[in-house]
């Protein structure tokens, strides 16, 4: 069983940077789809992004798309989530979750695709 244990949130003025990393262990996650996703205050948890076991493939909510970026080192077992020009409404609990599966499915933006779930990093972007 992988545990994923995400780092990198924080405090931020809007049009700022952050980037997240999420680090597996337990399991090597070399193999795995891996994706991010946020709960804003008050909110259901949402997809962010995913990426596939390779790092070829990769996928983006309309609302971060263009200034997310999802990518892996998987030497590193670990995943990463570079933020730029971040926006208040970007303010939410972050989590890295792994799809136990080497491809993205058509349901990326659903839950429930997903295995393993990190216990999430608080991101708070103010204006």
């Known amino acids: 069983q992988a545990q994923l244990v995400e780092s990198g949130g924080g405090l931020v003025q809007a049009g700022g940077s952050l980037r997240l990393s999420c680090a597996a262990s337990?399991?090597?996650?070399?193999?795995?789809?891996m994706g991010w996703f946020r709960r804003a205050p008050g909110k259901h948890r949402e997809f962010v992004a995913a990426i596939n076991w390779s790092g070829g493939n990769t996928y983006y909510a309309d609302s971060v798309k263009g200034r997310f970026t999802i990518s892996r080192d998987n030497a590193k077992n670990t995943v990463y989530l570079q933020m730029n020009n971040l926006k208040p409404e970007d303010t939410a609990v972050y989590y890295c979750?792994?799809?136990?599966?080497?491809?993205?499915?058509?349901?990326?933006?659903?839950?429930?695709?997903?295995?393993?779930w990190g216990q999430g990093t608080q991101v708070t972007v103010s204006s």
């Open positions: 337990g399991r090597s996650i070399s193999s795995d789809a």
């Open positions: 979750t792994s799809r136990a599966s080497p491809e993205v499915p058509t349901n990326y933006i659903r839950e429930y695709m997903y295995l393993y």
